[in-house]
């Protein structure tokens, strides 16, 4: 019987599902930094402007690579997996203490996350 589940390979969707999550999680720390002149005290600065548009830019990044590996997935399944990570990473943000949500050492997370999501999944994606 043919269906999305009959030729999937799982390593995508594994990989798909850990890019969706880290990419909504990396928003979701990310917007706590935006308005620049409103967010925490690690957004102001040189520093803190640089680690917020650099961690801007490597979501940016991350979601393009989302894009072309949820091409070598069927629709039905990329959409319930990233319906997941839409979901369930805003409760993650949440489990993170406050001083870590609001500091440049989140930010650093971001852009480590999101650089070893991007570089995961830029394995799959055969162009």
Same mark, same amino acid.
């Given at each position: 019987?043919?269906?999305?589940?009959?030729?999937?390979? #799982?390593?995508?969707?594994?990989?798909?599902?850990?890019? @969706?999550?880290v990419?909504?999680?990396? &928003?979701?720390?990310?917007?706590?930094?935006?308005?620049?002149?409103?967010?925490?005290?690690?957004? /102001?600065?040189?520093?803190?402007?640089?680690?917020?548009?650099?961690?801007?830019?490597?979501?940016?990044?991350?979601?393009?690579? *989302?894009? *072309? @590996?949820g /091409?070598? *997935?069927?629709?039905?399944?990329?959409?319930?997996?990233?319906?997941?990570?839409?979901?369930?990473?805003?409760?993650?943000?949440?489990?993170?203490?406050?001083?870590? /949500?609001?500091?440049? &050492?989140?930010?650093? @997370?971001v852009l480590?996350?999101?650089?070893?999501?991007? #570089? &995961?999944?830029?394995?799959?994606? /055969?162009?």
């Amino acid at each position: 019987m043919p269906g999305p589940l009959a030729n999937l390979d #799982y390593h995508v969707l594994a990989g798909f599902l850990a890019g @969706a999550l880290v990419a909504v999680w990396s &928003t979701v720390m990310v917007s706590g930094f935006l308005p620049r002149a409103a967010g925490p005290a690690a957004a /102001r600065g040189l520093i803190g402007g640089i680690l917020v548009y650099a961690s801007a830019a490597a979501v940016c990044v991350l979601l393009a690579a *989302l894009i *072309l @590996a949820g /091409r070598l *997935l069927p629709w039905t399944v990329g959409v319930i997996a990233a319906g997941v990570a839409v979901l369930g990473a805003p409760f993650l943000v949440q489990l993170l203490p406050k001083w870590f /949500r609001s500091s440049r &050492t989140g930010l650093l @997370a971001v852009l480590a996350l999101c650089a070893v999501a991007s #570089y &995961t999944l830029s394995s799959f994606i /055969r162009v």
